[in-house]
């Protein structure tokens, strides 16, 4: 067991596409921890979608021996963060786990507004910064002006700054020096009783829930009795180990280390990410702080196109659930689409991520409904009300406040793109707070606005405006009373609970025109003529008609003829299938998506 | 004629047709060994219906004569249309000046001719077409069918409207012209059987019938289907290779299904809709051994509210409206 003061343990912030997964790969390669032979790119980032797209989803944890410049041989234990704005819960969790961090920072692109919000969140928690340039042997590095942009955004002086390459492997051996020395070994009493902190889990068929943990104090060894103190669970640990950066088992994590055990835990339900592990036999006497739970941000509604998909859609849900604990479900029945489930993510890309795997991975069908935010209303009677879909919202008369999230958005763009990002951010009912410059040439402009307004494409706005050069992040702020409605389609006079949207009362003529519009190109024609209506209560906003189809007949019909128009029939039937058929209507999966359109 | 002979033993018939192509074009003395091979293993019963079909240029009198002494008593004649530009637009090779002596010719013999006659031709206007119907109705044939024009993939046509040499005409116009049929014949002692069919009394083509009550026939050359004891089959396309897979010895079916009990009764109803007399539904459940009404559920009601479809207890049928969007409730009601 190594003495605490031979481990560091560490995480790397860094904005999506800094380099974090190719740095991470050269520790593993430069230390020996894994041969050049067995090593792909971005080790780490193991599952497809990840690998597809680039971005970290889950945090990796590995653990690395590297001989330092005073002879000894340190344990260094990376906690990986994903990148994403939408997963900044994520790497609160890992850096709880830390005593320090690098902060990576790509030598051409400069400080990110991931960069800066990740960079305070790891001051917050009073770790140790290590601030490294990365891509430095790209000829277009600029470290001297990233630097500058480093010190005015994070105070960070430019004589802190590493220089690094994860392609080449340029400097990396400075980095993991600093780490050792810059970085403090961890606090705690190893001869204590044990207390860890989960700081992640993930089950496996064979070994129940994997139970990711790092040591505050005291040890824990393989066949302890352990509690896990929230829910007073008692288990035995089966087994023990390391990630390196496969599980290796070992027989004891003593203070300061970091791993996992496994203890027969069915369902991973009983485990708490925060939760604090203890001795059944010599118990600590009061847990660790853990963590907030995850708000979900964004609600939609996914249904499966056909209904008897319902239980296996379930199924899949509580499977993704098993590895990710920060989306939620629950049933929700809609008149126009059946039985589906209400589903609370931590973002848009989330959402996205959960709605692939679930119709790659379990091959299904689904319907999703444009997301929302969570509302409170205050209702006349002096309730107030929580409400993640549109159809949840009482009547008119019912509600005498409608309250919506804000969020304080910061956007770190070039200069001269910041009037197009204050245009954007008033026409989203912004409410401005500051501008701050970095440099002469990248500002950061700071708004509050309704978390409505900023989740559809607030960020694929920002990235076309600037090019790619703008970055955002975002925190919720507070609920703000708003003049809100409800928008309600009503589809050959039958109101479709899935397509209403709640939208701002200035907006709602606007956004009730578009919609039908949208809603008129994606549902086809049928034999009868189909009225689409937009309305608020009963009032109607927009109307528009799909006319009816008038010719659709084959006028040939003989022996060779029937095989193939049967063929046809049949495949008609079943393309109907994945469209949903509200009352005599077929709607098309696009016509759901529709309503999440902007309006250009 | 090999395809027939390998027949285990003679099936006496009681409609045959030949056509699909032009058995017109055949010189007069091969036309005689193929009627005679179909007599031989095809016997038709005393009542029965033996048609051919015909093109205006290629109708002579000896080929009328050698049809006729064979036993063809209905001749289908694909006049098309009456007018120059459609006819050369169809790519046909004969003229409006053709069809009159066809006619004679042909009524020197055989008695029972039908029309058939193409709308929505490019550049075909609705008076057009009424003259077009007009002219067939002067002839007095015993049986007209109205076809609207459909573009088959890889045909010149298709060619020349993929190019955007011609276009087809709107769909409202062809729409009026398939109503202008139904008014027009209506009015003139055709009554329609079938969506695109019209008969004098007692002249519906019972060949026809065997088809759309989804009823047993043989098929016999190239492209060929048949459809026997349950079994729909289709001879294969290509005429090189069909004659090869014959002196070879070899079936020409290439492809074959035997339907489930289920799906057979969906097409059945799929079929029989199309027809003007619709679905009994006790002969429908005689025949099919399912009930309509389970089958279809209740997706009827959307229809018969849009009247597209009309039930009075016993039979279920199209209504005029619902001639012009036949697939659509087709492929609703007996898919879903």
Redesign the interface.
């Known amino acids: 067991m190594p003495a605490p003061s031979l481990i560091r343990n560490f995480s790397i912030i860094a904005h999506i596409d800094h380099g974090k997964s190719t740095l991470a790969d050269q520790f593993l390669l430069q230390t020996g921890t894994i041969t050049r032979r067995d090593f792909r790119d971005q080790l780490l980032d193991d599952m497809d979608l990840e690998r597809e797209r680039g971005i970290t989803i889950q945090m990796h944890p590995v653990t690395i021996y590297h001989k330092h410049t005073d002879g000894q041989t340190y344990e260094l234990n990376l906690i990986d963060t994903p990148g994403h704005v939408d997963f900044s819960y994520e790497v609160s969790r890992s850096l709880a786990a830390c005593e320090g961090a690098i902060l990576l920072v790509d030598a051409f692109q400069g400080v990110q507004a991931q960069t800066v919000a990740n960079a305070f969140l790891a001051l917050e928690n009073n770790l140790a910064i290590v601030p490294v340039l990365n891509k430095i042997d790209i000829a277009t590095a600029r470290p001297d002006a990233v630097m500058a942009e480093m010190e005015t955004a994070l105070g960070i002086k430019p004589e802190q700054c590493l220089r690094a390459s994860g392609k080449t492997g340029l400097g990396v051996p400075d980095v993991l020096g600093a780490i050792i020395e810059r970085i403090p070994a961890p606090p705690g009493d190893p001869i204590a009783p044990l207390k860890a902190l989960i700081y992640n889990c993930h089950f496996d068929t064979y070994k129940g829930v994997v139970v990711y943990i790092r040591v505050m104090e005291g040890s824990v060894k393989l066949g302890s009795k352990i509690k896990l103190m929230r829910g007073n669970q008692e288990f035995s640990v089966i087994e023990i180990g390391q990630f390196r950066p496969g599980m290796v088992p070992c027989q004891e994590l003593t203070t300061g280390q970091v791993g996992y055990f496994t203890a027969q835990i069915k369902i991973i339900q009983d485990v708490h990410i925060g939760d604090t592990v203890t001795d059944l036999v010599n118990p600590a006497t009061t847990p660790l702080p853990g963590y907030k739970e995850p708000q979900p941000m964004v609600y939609s509604g996914l249904f499966p196109t056909d209904n008897e998909d319902f239980e296996d859609l379930r199924e899949a849900l509580g499977k993704l659930r098993l590895n990710d604990s920060s989306f939620t479900f629950i049933p929700e029945v809609s008149d126009g689409l059946g039985f589906g489930f209400r589903c609370g993510f931590l973002g848009m890309l989330h959402r996205e991520i959960i709605g692939q795997r679930l119709e790659r991975d379990c091959d299904l069908d689904l319907v999703h409904t444009a997301p929302n935010v969570t509302y409170q209303i205050l209702k006349t009677d002096g309730t107030v009300i929580v409400v993640n879909s549109p159809a949840d919202v009482p009547d008119g008369g019912q509600v005498d406040e409608f309250r919506e999230p804000i969020v304080r958005i910061s956007f770190l763009v070039p200069s001269k793109h910041i009037g197009d990002i204050m245009s954007l951010a008033a026409e989203r009912r912004g409410e401005y707070i500051r501008t701050e410059y970095l440099s002469p040439e990248r500002a950061i402009i700071v708004y509050d606005l309704p978390l409505a307004d900023m989740i559809f494409d607030m960020y694929d706005k920002l990235k076309s405006f600037t090019h790619g050069y703008g970055t955002m992040d975002y925190e919720l702020k507070e609920f703000r009373p708003a003049d809100l409605v409800r928008l309600d389609v009503l589809v050959h006079h039958n109101r479709v609970d899935a397509l209403s949207v709640i939208v701002h009362r200035s907006q709602a003529d606007r956004r009730g025109r578009s919609l039908i519009a949208k809603l008129r190109k994606e549902i086809g024609r049928h ?2 003529e189909v009225a689409l209506q937009a309305a608020i209560g009963s009032r109607v906003i927009a109307r528009e008609t799909i006319a009816a ?12 003829d ?2 193939r ?2 063929k ?3 495949k ?2 079943a393309g ?2 994945r469209m949903k058929q509200v009352g ?1 209507v077929e709607i098309p999966q696009e016509a759901f998506l529709a309503v999440l359109q902007s309006d250009d | 004629m090999i395809e027939l002979s390998e027949m285990k033993e003679p099936a006496p018939v009681n409609s045959i047709f030949i056509g699909g192509g032009t058995p017109t074009y055949l010189p007069p003395l091969i036309l005689k060994r193929l009627l005679q091979a179909i007599n031989e293993w095809l016997p038709l019963g005393s009542a029965g219906e033996f048609s051919v079909e015909a093109t205006p240029e290629s109708v002579s009198d000896e080929t009328i004569d050698v049809l006729a002494d064979h036993g063809v008593n209905r001749v289908s004649l694909g006049v098309q249309s009456f007018q120059k530009e459609s006819l050369v637009q169809l790519d046909r090779i004969h003229g409006p000046q053709h069809v009159i002596p066809a006619l004679e010719r042909v009524r020197r013999r055989i008695a029972n001719v039908s029309l058939d006659l193409i709308f929505g031709v490019p550049d075909q206007s609705l008076a057009d077409w009424e003259r077009d119907l007009e002219n067939a109705i002067s002839l007095a044939p015993e049986h007209i069918s109205t076809y609207g024009l459909t573009y088959e993939k890889g045909t010149p046509m298709w060619k020349r409207r993929e190019k955007g040499l011609i276009m087809a005409v709107p769909e409202e116009a062809e729409l009026d012209m398939y109503l202008a049929s139904i008014d027009r014949l209506s009015n003139s002692d055709y009554q329609q059987y079938e969506i695109s069919n019209f008969a004098k009394r007692d002249r519906r083509c019972r060949h026809n019938e065997v088809y759309w009550a989804n009823d047993a026939y043989f098929g016999f050359g190239v492209g060929a289907a048949r459809y026997v004891q349950g079994k729909r089959e289709l001879n294969c396309r290509n005429t090189a290779d069909y004659i090869k897979r014959i002196m070879d010895g070899r079936e020409a079916t290439t492809q074959s299904e035997a339907l489930n009990a289920e799906d057979s009764a969906r097409e059945t109803l799929a079929i029989q809709l199309r027809r003007t007399d619709g679905i009994d539904r006790l002969q429908f459940l005689e025949r099919t051994g399912f009930a309509y009404d389970g089958l279809v559920k209740s997706r009827p009601n959307v229809l018969l509210a849009e009247q597209l479809i009309a039930d009075d207890g016993r039979r279920v049928s199209l209504t005029r409206r619902g001639y012009c969007v036949a697939d659509a409730i087709v492929s609703k009601l007996a898919f879903g």
């Open positions: 034999m009868f189809k008038k010719k659709d007949v084959t006028a040939k019909c003989y022996g060779g029937i095989t128009k049967r046809l029939w049949a008609q039937a109907k299938k005599q």
